[in-house]
């Protein structure tokens, strides 16, 4: 199972940014899906999650500015983010908790990292 994301870059604090990551491989189902972020120096932390039936959670610093959403057909996430601020700038991950077979545990994976970096 590879997770591809896309979508980082450079953006002016205020601006917009739309994360995407694909799912692919031996994919049967995909349980919740999450994207989390890791600035220099600091751990890496949840920003968003999405469970199969459309359920979202959000960390606090980002409620109201970033909305997740999924495509199940496309075994696909997405991460819209309005009024980035500075502090926004890290290294955003997603991940997947993916069942590879109908019958089997489901295992954690996660994608390489795209770089967000919002200037002042």
């Known amino acids: 199972v590879q997770l591809v994301e896309s979508g980082g870059g450079l953006v002016q604090a205020g601006g917009s940014l739309r994360l995407s990551c694909a799912a692919s491989g031996s994919v049967f189902s995909i349980n919740t899906m999450g994207w989390y972020r890791q600035a220099p120096g600091k751990q890496r932390d949840q920003v968003a999650a999405?469970?199969?039936?459309?359920?979202?959670d959000y960390a606090d610093s980002v409620k109201g500015r970033f909305t997740i959403s999924r495509d199940n057909a496309k075994n696909t996430v997405y991460l819209e983010m309005n009024s980035l601020k500075p502090e926004d700038t890290a290294v955003y991950y997603c991940?997947?908790?993916?069942?590879?077979?109908?019958?089997?545990?489901?295992?954690?994976?996660w994608g390489q990292g795209t770089q967000v970096t919002v200037s002042s």
């Open positions: 991940a997947a908790d993916v069942k590879s077979h109908r019958y089997g545990l489901s295992h954690n994976y």
């Open positions: 999405i469970t199969s039936g459309g359920n979202t």
